[in-house]
């Protein structure tokens, strides 16, 4: 395929936006290579500025469950902004989409909306904090919260239990107060209990992690910290931003049948455009502001047209729920086709799959956690295999890190052409 618009349009951008793009894993920097600039999409597919037709396996990281330009929330949207798009003043739409999101996932009584699944996460660490008055966190290797300054913390050296920034502009004192557990590993998390008594305010995961390749959380994990935060009076996060409304329309919650103190989401809610939220019981949303003391705001939180993006998004999903079956078998369905290709082409592979989160390993060892996703990513042979798909048209996401997202869009067709597609990649990994 020939990227040359894309290729002129990138050199443009870069000189008035670092790197070229406002979100760095756009850059293809782990893959290599340069961005594909997007004129449009629809249902499955993308099309760039060169004209060349993708089958898309990101959307947009995830939100467009139901395809690209999906019409009962492109009209949503349209007749909103005919209406106004900003008023920083209360509107009907706000109430409707918070009772429907609170009726579809359980647990939750009160939801507040934000911008972002970053502002969200960052919210509910704040809110947890106010309300256990504790300051420490423990978060999981490998797993993402967003960019807000305590969730950018890296494993401290040797024992240390400490995180220390993995970015400049990150203190030391914000790092302090993030502990850092290993995924999977709940004698970890109990270890790291025990040295930090009486100051940990919340554990916050990925109850199906998305952000190092798709990985499950084992057997009994989420139960074990579910009763550790019991015993300890810790409150436990569960950041839905990827797995909310997509896994089940009640999350991982539904799926895996735990219950979260405070879950936070994004992506999926927001119809694709830019939303976030974080819900819990009225009890502990009771400490927000204007109700209660932890102060959290917006000037543009739960604008109208956002709002009726994820009003439609969630309505269609909560109306149709044979979606999340039709989207498991396609994925299923993907899934043995990929490890038939793999397995006849003597390449070593393990694939992690969750409903339509599905993760390519090019490794024979399990991937359970972040040192195992970043062993099997160290070969380069994702990095070979993601042109070999790109250059056939099938657009995956451009790091070994990152789960593919389906969406209800793909017919069997598309996935018998992904497949075929794999077959040819799997050829120049041998
Ligand atoms: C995408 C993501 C975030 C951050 O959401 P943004 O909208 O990019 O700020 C947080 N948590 C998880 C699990 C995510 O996948």
Known sequence: MIYKRSSALFAEAQKVIPGGVNSPVRAFKAVGGEPIFVEKAKGAYLYDADGNALIDYINSWGPMILGHAYEPVVDAIVEKAKLGTSFGMPTQIETQIAELAISMVPNIEMIRFVNSGTEACMSAVRLARGYTNKDKIIKFAGCYHGHSDSFLIQAGSGAVTFGSPNSPGVTQGTAKDTLLARYNDLAHVEEIIAQNPHQIACIIIEPVAGNMGCISPAPGFLEGLRALCDAHQILLIFDEVMTGFRLAPGGVQE??????????????????????????????????????????????????????????????????????????????????????????????????????????????????????????????????????????????????????????????????QTINAADHAAKLLT
């Open 255 to 416: 799926l895996k049948n735990v219950q979260a103190d405070i879950v936070t989401f994004g992506k999926v809610i927001g119809g694709g455009l830019p939303v976030g939220a974080f819900a819990a019981n009225t009890d502990i949303m009771s400490y927000l502001a204007p109700l209660g003391p932890v102060y959290q705001a917006g000037t543009l939180s739960g604008n109208p047209l956002a709002m009726a993006a994820g009003f439609a998004m969630l309505s269609e999903l909560n109306q149709r729920r044979e979606i999340f079956t039709s989207l498991d078998q396609k994925t299923k369905y993907l899934h043995k086709g990929l490890s038939q290709v793999f397995t006849s082409r003597g390449v070593a592979h393990t694939i992690n799959r969750e409903q339509s989160m599905i993760s390519v390993h090019f490794s024979h060892r399990p991937v359970t956690d972040f040192e195992t996703a970043a062993e099997a990513a160290s070969n380069g042979m994702f990095n070979t295999f993601f042109h070999g798909m790109l250059d056939q048209g099938i657009y995956i996401a451009p790091s070994a890190y990152e789960t593919w997202f389906l969406t209800d869009a793909l017919t069997y067709k598309d996935l018998d």
